[in-house]
C-alpha cells in the first residue's frame, strides 16, 4: 500500500471550482478541489519493459491546476481513466532493473504514454519521432491516459510510486540536484516550443508571461534560436530579473506592452470600442506561455501581418479576430518530441541545458512539501508568481 494524492470525478466541485476558482483560488485547495489523500494499493503494469519507480520529486504543473479548477476543457475529458494520481514531471528511483538501467538508478519521466509503453504497433507520428502527437493515447494495455499523471493505471508522483515504461525514462546525470532534475521535463517542453517557433535570422520574439513556462521558453528561445529582440511580459519584479539573465532583450508589464512595443516595432496602435487595443504591425513570432483570455489575447493583438502565434500554455477561450484579419499561423506545442529538429530528443538537449549556471539559480526557488500538506502546496501554486517560486513540488517521502 502507498499514500497518494488521488483525482477523482466531481461535477459539483467542478462547476465549483469553474465558476469560482479565478477569484478565490484558495478554494480550489479547499471544498472544490476533487483531490483526496489515500492510501491505495501500488500501482503494477505487468508487462515487458515496465517497472516501479519510489518518486523523490514531483512538480505541479499549470495543467494539474487548471485540472483541479474546471478550467481545462473538457475536450480532454475522453483523453483520462479516473480516478487517476497526478504528477507527469517526476524524478524517481527506478525499483526494479528495467532493460539497461538498473534498480536504483535515478531517472525523469518523459510523461507521454505513447504506442511504445502501451504496447500497440507505432503510430505514424511515433514512428517519425513525433511522440507528442501519437494517436493511440487511449488503446494497448493501459485505460486511457494522454499521459502519466492522467492515466488510473500508471500512478503519478504525485504518491510514493508510480509504475513507467522504458521508452520514458532518463536517467540523470550525477551531480545535478533533484531540484534541478525537477526541470528537466519542463525545459523540455520549453525546447520543443522554442522549435516549434520556427524563429528566423534576428527575429522579434514575444514571450507573453514570466512564469516558470515564460522563463523557461525565453531560455530556450535565446539558447537554441537565432532570435533577435526577445521581449517577454512579466508582472513581477523577480520575473523580470530572471527573464533578464535567462536572455530576454526587454521586459514589460502587461499594461504597457503594447506601448513599447508600438515604439520599438515602428507599428500603428488601433483603439477600438469595448475591446482590447492591438497593433498593425508588431513582432515576428509571438509565444502564449501562459494560457489565459487575457495572454493569448496580447499575443495576437501584438504580431505582425503573416506572423506567427506559438499556443504554450493550455489555451483558454480568446478573440480570434487578429489570426483571421492578420493571416496569423497559429500552431500549438504541446510537451515533446523524442525527435525534434536536429534528430536529437528534447530530454537530451534540456539535460544539457539544466546544467546551465542561470538554471542552477532557478532551482533554488523550488518549494517542495510533503503529501499531507497538499492544500498549502497547492495555495503555494496557485501564487508561485506573486510568491517568487519557480516550481512547486511534492516530496512524497517526507513526513513533516
Known amino acids: 500500500m502507498m499514500l497518494a494524492l488521488q483525482m477523482y470525478r466531481s461535477l459539483p466541485r467542478h462547476l465549483a471550482g469553474r465558476a469560482v476558482g479565478d477569484r478565490l483560488p484558495g478554494i480550489l485547495s479547499g471544498y472544490a478541489a476533487p483531490l483526496r489523500l489515500v492510501t491505495i494499493e501500488e500501482p503494477t503494469v505487468e508487462r515487458p519493459g515496465w517497472a516501479r519507480l519510489r ?40 525499483l526494479d532493473d528495467c532493460e539497461d538501467l538498473a534498480a536504483g538508478t535515478r ?47 500508471t500512478g503519478g508522483g504525485w504518491g510514493e510510486t508510480l509504475t513507467a515504461h522504458r521508452s520514458q525514462l532518463h536517467p540523470v ?39 516558470s513556462v515564460g522563463l523557461l521558453t525565453t531560455m530556450a528561445l535565446r539558447s537554441l534560436t537565432p532570435a533577435g529582440e526577445i521581449t517577454v511580459v512579466a508582472k513581477y519584479a523577480h520575473q523580470r530579473e530572471l527573464a533578464l539573465q535567462l536572455g530576454a532583450t526587454e521586459v514589460v508589464s502587461p499594461d504597457e506592452v503594447l506601448r513599447r512595443l ?11 470600442e469595448h475591446s482590447a487595443p492591438y497593433l498593425l504591425g ?5 509565444v502564449d506561455a501562459v494560457g489565459s483570455k487575457g495572454s493569448l489575447e496580447t499575443a495576437l493583438n501584438t504580431t505582425r ?12 477561450a480568446a478573440d480570434l479576430s487578429a489570426a483571421w484579419f492578420r493571416e496569423l499561423e497559429v500552431i500549438g506545442s ?24 542561470v538554471v542552477a539559480q532557478l532551482a533554488k526557488g523550488v518549494a517542495s512539501y510533503p503529501l499531507h500538506r497538499w492544500r498549502e502546496a497547492l495555495d503555494h501554486a496557485h501564487g508561485a508568481g506573486r510568491l517568487g517560486s519557480i516550481k512547486v513540488a511534492f516530496d512524497p517521502s517526507r513526513k513533516g
Open 334 to 357: 504541446y510537451s515533446s518530441a523524442r525527435r525534434e529538429p536536429g534528430d536529437r530528443s528534447a530530454f537530451d538537449i534540456a539535460t544539457e541545458l539544466v546544467t546551465g549556471d
Open 173 to 211: 546525470p550525477e551531480g545535478l540536484s533533484d531540484e534541478q532534475a525537477i526541470l528537466v521535463e519542463p525545459i523540455a517542453c520549453a525546447v520543443h516550443t522554442a522549435l516549434r517557433a520556427r524563429v528566423e535570422d534576428n527575429a522579434r520574439v514575444l514571450v507573453s508571461g514570466a512564469g
Open 107 to 153: 531517472v525523469v519521466i518523459d510523461p507521454v504514454l505513447a504506442c511504445a509503453a502501451r504496447g500497440v504497433e507505432p503510430c505514424e507520428a511515433c514512428v517519425d519521432g513525433l511522440t507528442n502527437r501519437c494517436s493511440r493515447v487511449t488503446v494497448g494495455h493501459l485505460s486511457p491516459g494522454l499521459q502519466t499523471g492522467f492515466c488510473a493505471d
Open 55 to 94: 518518486t523523490r520529486l514531483s512538480g505541479v504543473c499549470g495543467s494539474d491546476l487548471g485540472a483541479l479548477s474546471g478550467r481545462t476543457s473538457r475536450y480532454f475529458s475522453g483523453l483520462v481513466s479516473m480516478p487517476f494520481v497526478p504528477g507527469h514531471e517526476v524524478v524517481a528511483d527506478l
Open 305 to 316: 501581418a503573416g506572423g506567427r502565434v506559438v499556443l504554450s500554455g493550455m489555451p483558454a
Open 282 to 286: 508588431g513582432v515576428d513570432i509571438a
Open 262 to 272: 508600438r515604439r520599438s516595432t515602428g507599428a500603428f496602435a488601433v483603439l477600438p
